[in-house]
């Protein structure tokens, strides 16, 4: 457990150091592995420049982060919270931040097995592993303007990872047809649960 003289310390780094003082507190609860951010109820300390662009892009103050191991420290310590806004959270700060459409991306799939029993898996863009279950879902919502499906994963807690469109044709290779609640939907099965992506007749010119 932190102690209220380091906590304090790190409180001072932060807010003196701006990505630098963050890094540093984040490194330290990141020591262990994923931290338990969810568990962690620290004072909202406002907002940092920091954007998640919709390519994965991390930018702060308008420059992208163009280090990685910045950019998976970083990523362990995100929070999606009921408001829907998605912060950075240590022990002892709550930082905002804006995310362009998902934190993360799904850049590499691994399937094993065939029907009711294949298991399907992604790699994020942070090297991530997440196995498609009950648990972490697969879900498909319409895109504005285009009309197309985009594909998103829950990776843990309400952070969820945005399966690129390579990656997804590729998951459409997979697909097959299942009677749901009386409607013929196309979808794929990963550990046992079907995960419909649309009607089936509305997908003719994407399959």
Request: net charge negative; charged share 25%.
């Amino acid at each position: 457990m932190t102690s209220p003289k380091r906590s304090a310390e790190f409180k001072s780094q932060s807010a003196a150091g701006g990505l630098a003082g963050l890094e540093t507190i984040a490194r330290e609860a990141g020591a262990k592995g994923i931290p338990p951010v969810e568990k962690w109820e620290p004072d909202f300390c406002g907002d940092l420049d920091i954007r998640i662009a919709a390519d994965g892009t991390w930018y702060y103050l308008g420059s992208p982060i163009g280090r990685k191991p910045l950019v998976r420290l970083f990523s362990s310590v995100l929070r999606k919270d009921a408001d829907g806004r998605t912060y950075l959270v240590t022990p002892v700060e709550k930082i905002g931040i804006t995310v362009d459409d998902a934190p993360f991306l799904a850049v590499e799939m691994a399937v094993e097995g065939t029907g009711r029993d294949q298991r399907i898996g992604f790699r994020t863009n942070v090297d991530d592993f997440v196995a498609v279950d009950g648990d972490h879902p697969l879900r498909f919502e319409t895109e504005a303007g285009s009309g197309g499906l985009k594909p998103y994963v829950l990776v843990r807690g309400r952070l969820e990872t945005l399966v690129v469109r390579s990656v997804f044709y590729d998951l459409v290779e997979l697909g097959e047809e299942q009677t749901v609640d009386g409607t013929v939907m196309f979808g794929v099965w990963s550990q046992g649960t079907f995960f419909p992506m649309a009607p089936a007749d509305s997908l003719a010119g994407l399959r």
